[in-house]
């Protein structure tokens, strides 16, 4: 295989609060064995993903470390000229959250991932396109506006020993202690201006956010559609008392939570209120949030190698 068309592995080696590292060269020294050829790329600082990847051309890219890393790769991908739609995998095993790899399955031993790499089938995958006071930026997870980037902020501080569901829930009891439900106006696609008082409003491509948290248990990330999950003007007590509901996924049977689904959701608020993508900070409303319906291919990891034809297909 010639070096341009290895794939090419960017690691975060911080990731997990250090965990990423000895995770890939376990996983390294398995593709050797198996004479996987690679190309590594190790970050130094916040920005050399998404670099690395928009210099990868048409190759393979695998993130390795948490979501964060693979939002940066992914925002890499998407900003460079490509015949088609740029091909990704994740192994996010070693970073704080770990939620996308729930919706983007990769294998957790290090025996598996060899095959992963030479599987050489593939699925769509789409994107979010956010655009808020800083900017515009692609997330593969989930985006929130409102508590979540209180929760995020808070989370990245703590101890990489408690692991990311510790760290994301003890951020989202603080943060419900603090936080105050703030005024929106909210629009799915062209339909009416809802106003609510909400807690946070959660546009999901992904099912999960917040360290195990099923945000959006219907959510799919090749179904061309955003799931919109608003969460409204719940009380501190009520906050903190229906936690347990955000991780079975049934917090849906509170009267203060809606759900919806939209290719283009704006939110709008008169006092700026806080957004986080992937987990990463992403500036203040108004925000507008839109789907890019198939814009990744991605490995499609069956260990069982049964595959169903609307799920996956076989590259030429």
Known sequence: MTPGHRPL?????????????????????????AQVELEIFETRRRGDAADRAAAAGDRLVIAVGGDGTAHEVVNGLLRRASNGPP???????????????????????????????TTNRWRSADVGRLSTSTGRRYFINVADAGIGA???????????????????????IMSLLTH???????????????????????????????????????????????????????????????????????HGRLAQVEFGRARRVEIESDEPIGVEADGELAGNTPAVFEIIPAALQVIDWNPSGI?????????E
């Open 180 to 250: 105050r439900n703030a005024s929106v106006r909210l629009r799915l696609d062209d339909g009416p201006v809802l106003r609510r008082r909400v807690r946070t409003i959660a546009v999901a491509n992904g099912a999960y956010l917040g360290g195990g948290m099923w945000i959006a248990p219907n959510a799919d990330v090749n179904d061309g559609l955003l799931d919109v999950v608003t969460i409204g003007d719940v009380s501190r007590w009520l906050g903190i008392r229906s936690l347990p509901m955000l991780y079975r996924g049934t």
């Open 9 to 33: 592995v960017i690691v975060n080696p911080v990731a997990g609060g250090g965990r990423a590292r000895p995770f890939w060269e376990r996983c390294a020294a398995e593709c050797a064995a």
């Open 87 to 117: 091909r990704f995998g994740a192994l996010l095993r070693a970073g704080t959250a770990g939620d996308l790899a729930r919706s983007l399955p990769s294998p957790s031993r290090p025996e598996l991932v060899p095959a992963w790499l």
């Open 150 to 172: 209180e929760v995020v902020r808070r989370a990245a501080r703590g101890p990489a020993w408690v692991g990311g569901t510790g760290n994301f829930l003890g951020a989202a």
């Open 307 to 315: 595959l169903t034809r609307d799920r996956a297909h076989l590259s």
